[in-house]
């Protein structure tokens, strides 16, 4: 197999990030018509083709990185971890399903890199002790995020635990971060993870968000962990019903639909996100 070469896509330790990021904005992002020619010529064994899938969406790459970067690995390591996902994602991407290429890739590329997080985690050797205290961390935080239906406060956390904020503090940097639904992306890139998945048109809310195939499958794929009730509560507060008449509704609006009212309609929506970034 002829190696491929997709510039800059693996950062050297000698390069800095800001080298990285500032030769990625002078790559240029592709629309979703070239996404499918591009996807037609690499299962074609088109190289070239699969250089430029992969290099038009780095940017995304860093994104996902940043989001574990406390996690034992240097960022430009992640980065570089994730860019091995991104590859292997536009080797199987299959335009014919319906889904925009970065709605596959995100999987690859937290794949690769939680599966480098894993191996340095085990270099790394924490002590029994320090382990069993980050699995109380995470019990404490799961348990506290589904009663108070929000991510707790340090304080809040630290409570149950019996540690002190440093104590915890430092804990905390020891695990990866979570990211939420309503978490920011990088410049060029949805705002959202939300945003990504089913493309929410924020100018135009009056239009139907579920009106394509695509955007169908992927809100479909990412409600299924879902409660038939939460998914329903979700389309009508987002706008994924795919019906005119039920969208962007308020809660009173939801309410009335579902037979709760407007606060448990608020509950319920907060407890269904909660959810998804768990799942996420």
Known sequence: MRHLTIFPAIPQASRSLESYLSELNNIPLITAEEEIRLARRIRAGDEQALALL??????????????????????????????IGLVEAARRFDETRGFKFISFAVWWIR?????????????????????????????????????LEREPTLEELAEPLELGAAELRDLLELMPRRVSLHTPLETGEPPTLLETLVEMNTTAPDQSLAETTSQRIAVD???????????????????????????WMSYEEIGKRVGLCAERVRLLKNRALLKLRMMG
């Open 111 to 147: 794949k690769s890199i939680l599966e480098a997080i894993r191996e340095k985690s085990r270099l790394v050797r924490l002590p029994g002790n320090k382990l069993q205290q980050l699995s109380r961390v995470r019990s404490a935080m799961t348990s506290l995020e589904q009663t």
């Open 221 to 247: 794929q990412l409600l299924a962990g879902l409660s038939k009730r939460e998914q329903r509560i979700l389309r009508l507060r987002f706008g994924l019903a795919g019906d005119p008449s039920e969208e």
């Open 54 to 83: 992969v290099r038009a969406n780095l940017r995304f790459v860093v994104s996902v990185a940043k989001q574990y970067q406390n996690a034992y690995i240097p960022l430009m390591d992640l980065i570089s971890e994730g860019n």
